[in-house]
């Protein structure tokens, strides 16, 4: 339990309902990240190469988390957590992680191919379905992604054995956009934008958040409270958990159940050492 705990308990929650950790419980259920998820699902299950970007705080890794919880049972997913890894490497871990066993010659790249590949070809005729996640995407070398690319090329007369999930910072865009990326741009079949919230979005996503995480109580966001802190945070997801949260803690200081529009500024106030601008 955390010194924290006691204090959210007071206001009539069970657990912290605007905590910045990517908890997929708390998946806003909404607006751009439902489009998203459901574009990223489609692919997932069609074998067709997608592509995530938005800027960092805007929920991707939280769209991603959901995906990897919600995958069907006939998807099989590997994600590559570390981009920063060389080719052969990649292969590796993407074979490890659907088959849960390292390759037998890990040495080499080409004998890793053909056992992944192996594998993909098993798969399909099972009618499971491959998918490689890389989070972080902007780093991947050039040569990770047409390794990839050429990875994604794997398929039978009916369908691809691997579709290929980037999700990355607005650097993936411009990476995508060099004249070199050309054959692995024209692959993409579905491409999903992340961007700030709404004033609207921004209301209901804080009241999502508070609901789930409720027991007891009437703490809530006046109107205006709302919109000191939809314009204070540009809409950005993580920025209003963390303006939130200390509006939050503002009001059990002061025995208050009503959240201002006070409140919300003197957080963003105590907020501006250059957590976020």
Known sequence: MSELDPIYKALGFSRAPFSISPDTSFFYPGGQHVTAYNNLLFA??????????GEVGLGKTLIC??????????????LLPNPLLSYAEILCSIYKDFTG?????????????????NYAFKCAHSGEYLVVMVDEAQKLSAEALEGLRLLSNLETEQRKLIS????????????????????????????????????SECASYVRHRMALARTSGDVHFSSMALFFLHRATKGVPRRINLVAERALLLAF??????????MVRRAVAELRSGRFA
Do not use: D, Y
């Open 253 to 262: 200081g002061r025995s208050q159940h009503r959240i201002n529009g006070f």
């Open 101 to 117: 066993e390292a390759p037998r010659h890990p040495e080499s790249m080409a004998q890793t191919h053909e056992q992944l590949t």
């Open 44 to 53: 997932m299950r069609g074998g067709t190469m997608a592509v995530l970007t």
């Open 65 to 78: 988390r959901n995906l990897l919880r919600n995958t069907p049972v006939n998807v099989h997913v590997a």
């Open 164 to 199: 290929l999930v980037l999700v990355g910072q607005p650097e993936l865009e411009k990476t995508l956009a060099l004249r070199a990326m050309r054959p692995l741009r024209e692959r993409i079949g579905v491409w999903c934008k992340l961007g700030p919230m709404s004033r």
